[in-house]
């Protein structure tokens, strides 16, 4: 995932965080961007990783790239290889994957929050920060945005990967949403990885 500017971008985000943080990733792959997340929070803070793990896209470009790495990886998931990077990392505590399409994971926080128990008070406005790295094609960027953007808290901060890249899809929804009114101000740029503050 990413540049290393990137990277330290993501571990920049997460480290202004406060201790008591949620977080959410959409879109986590082998969870290389998680584990950067999850390496500039502190305290009790926590991330949920919300991916299928199985490498499914609409955008035909990825769903090829995605066909291609699971051939040379012999698998059918990338799960086992994410919670493997977490644990040699330390940060087993520190994560959540949530095995899940971004809709349907949306919908599950929504409305049982974090712990997936009913009757629990749901995230919508209660998360401090997003990254978005999801599907790539302008409809699921653009489900996406609407799905996630309700969850991030006053003053939080929501992340998108892609923008100004060969994902057009994704740069397109973006500049949508903003010129919408749904972000107060931009947070800062790395590479292709825009930040907004809610």
């Known amino acids: 995932m990413g540049s290393f500017p990137e ?4 571990f920049q985000l997460a480290s202004d965080l406060p201790a008591s943080a949620t977080v959410i990733e959409v879109g986590s792959w082998m969870g290389a961007s998680t584990c950067f997340i999850a390496g500039g929070l502190k ?3 926590k991330i949920y990783a919300v991916d299928n793990f199985q490498g499914l896209s609409t955008c035909g470009e990825d769903a090829a790239w995605y066909h291609r790495h699971f051939q ?4 059918a ?8 990077n977490f644990s040699e990392l330390g940060f087993a505590e520190r994560a959540e994957p949530v095995v899940s399409d971004s809709l349907a ?9 974090a712990g997936g128990a009913q009757g629990t008070k749901g995230l919508v406005g209660e998360v401090d920060f997003i990254f978005i790295d999801g599907d790539h094609s302008y409809d699921a960027c653009k489900a996406d ?10 003053g939080g901060v929501i992340a998108f990967h892609d923008f100004g890249s ?7 929804a973006i500049f949508e949403a903003t010129k919408a009114g749904r972000f107060a101000e931009i947070v800062g740029v790395a590479n292709t990885i825009i930040a907004f503050r809610m």
Do not use: H, M, N
């Open 166 to 172: 060969r994902a057009d899809g994704v740069t397109r």
């Open 77 to 84: 998931s990338t799960l086992e290889i994410f919670q493997r």
């Open 145 to 154: 945005i609407a799905a996630w953007a309700p969850f991030v808290k006053r």
């Open 7 to 10: 990277r330290g971008y993501l």
């Open 105 to 113: 994971a949306a919908k599950t926080l929504g409305a049982a929050g």
């Open 43 to 45: 305290g009790a803070a």
């Open 72 to 75: 040379s990886l012999g698998k």
